[in-house]
């Protein structure tokens, strides 16, 4: 605890993993990017998973007109790049490195918690009118397209939470997925289904029958999300107080090893910094250390810093009367009569 290897070595090992991550991602990336099918056969061989064709049909996917893999790509060359600063920070004391980290760090974090939990559940569970009609303004626009990603976002929401549409039904109505399908009144699934991984409704006349009750149609996915999130109230909270926790305990990591201190070390720095100085012309008690801190609090911390050097001055009109100063003495600009040491 009083010493900065602490810091140092939960920061490195934390950017050390976080870069495996991002550099497994970035591979994933890259790989379906140049060729999704190369990427399923080999990993399916080895693994015999399925969440292999689970990953490669995500990758395949379009935002808009831009594959997904060409948003990713970038995020995950970020997520390197801020774990090197940290690792070179933690490792290699380069202040510049874990400054740039520090800043990294604060813009992803705050970017992460304003689209997660401001624009996406904060808005849900206020029921905002604006959010509400975006969500209405993405189904009549993009819903329906093939391999999109927009379309399957509403896809494993509708399925999931027991939903249909933003706030009914009638969201899909002229919209460009009921253009090309003018014969259904929604999609399969808004239907109550009997197999929802290979979405077959327990009444096959759900789709067109608007009488038909074996469906969800009613049931706004902007209501049932906003549902999940209040009985979901307690978790999200807890989520939220440990990333909070979690950000704080690595900006103050950073701190420590930006300052050379340990991690107490820096606290009772700024603790003292608040405390009143004492006046001039006060003698202090000396310290019989072979270097001393400006307050006791400090004289109990472990520093990582070299012993600090100790100038003896030698009175002239009494050859054995000497005096001690610290380096610390000359940097407040004390004289030698008021200087902290002790006469020997």
């Known amino acids: 605890m009083h010493t900065v290897g602490l810091p140092r070595t939960c920061l490195g090992f934390t950017n050390i993993l976080c870069f495996i991550l991002a550099f497994i991602g970035f591979t994933i990336c890259a790989w379906c990017a140049i060729n999704t099918d190369f990427f399923r056969e080999v990993n399916y061989t080895v693994t015999k998973s399925s969440l292999v064709d689970t990953v490669a049909n995500f990758m395949s996917l379009k935002l808009w007109l831009t594959p997904v893999t060409s948003v990713l790509i970038p995020i995950a060359l970020l997520a390197m790049m801020t774990s090197c600063c940290g690792v070179l920070g933690a490792g290699c004391k380069v202040k510049c490195a874990i400054k740039s980290y520090i800043f990294l760090v604060s813009v992803l974090s705050s970017v992460a918690f304003w689209l997660f939990f401001i624009s996406g559940m904060y808005n849900i569970y206020t029921n905002n009118e604006r959010t509400c009609k975006y969500l209405q303004s993405s189904i009549q626009s993009y819903y329906g397209k093939e391999n999109d990603l927009f379309t399957n976002i509403w896809d494993y929401t509708m399925v999931n939470y027991k939903c249909c549409g933003a706030v009914s039904y009638r969201d899909f109505?002229?919209?460009?997925?009921?253009?090309?399908?003018?014969?259904?009144?929604?999609?399969?699934?808004?239907?109550?289904?009997?197999?929802?991984?290979?979405?077959?409704?327990?009444?096959?006349?759900?789709?067109?029958?608007?009488?038909?009750?074996?469906?969800?149609?009613e049931m706004?996915?902007?209501?049932?999300?906003?549902?999940?999130i209040i009985n979901n109230k307690g978790m999200i909270i807890f989520y939220i107080i440990f990333l909070v926790i979690t950000y704080c305990i690595l900006i103050l990591f950073s701190y420590c090893i930006i300052r050379g201190e340990p991690l107490l070390g820096a606290m009772a720095q700024n603790f003292v910094?608040?405390?009143?100085?004492?006046?001039?012309?006060?003698?202090?008690?000396?310290?019989?250390?072979?270097?001393?801190?400006?307050?006791?609090?400090?004289?109990m911390l472990y520093m990582e810093e070299p012993p600090k050097k100790i100038v003896k001055v030698v009175s002239a009109v009494n050859p054995f009367q000497t005096y001690k100063f610290t380096p610390s003495a000359y940097e407040r600009g004390d004289t030698c009569p008021h200087s902290v040491g002790h006469t020997l």
Request: glycine share 2%; charged share 20%; aromatic share 8%.
């Open 220 to 228: 706004g996915c902007m209501y049932a999300l906003r549902h999940s």
């Open 173 to 217: 109505t002229n919209s460009h997925w009921q253009k090309s399908n003018p014969d259904k009144m929604f999609p399969v699934q808004c239907c109550i289904l009997e197999n929802e991984t290979h979405l077959i409704p327990v009444s096959k006349d759900c789709i067109r029958d608007e009488n038909d009750i074996h469906s969800y149609k």
């Open 273 to 299: 910094s608040f405390l009143p100085q004492p006046k001039e012309g006060v003698t202090k008690p000396s310290s019989t250390l072979p270097y001393h801190s400006n307050s006791s609090l400090e004289n």
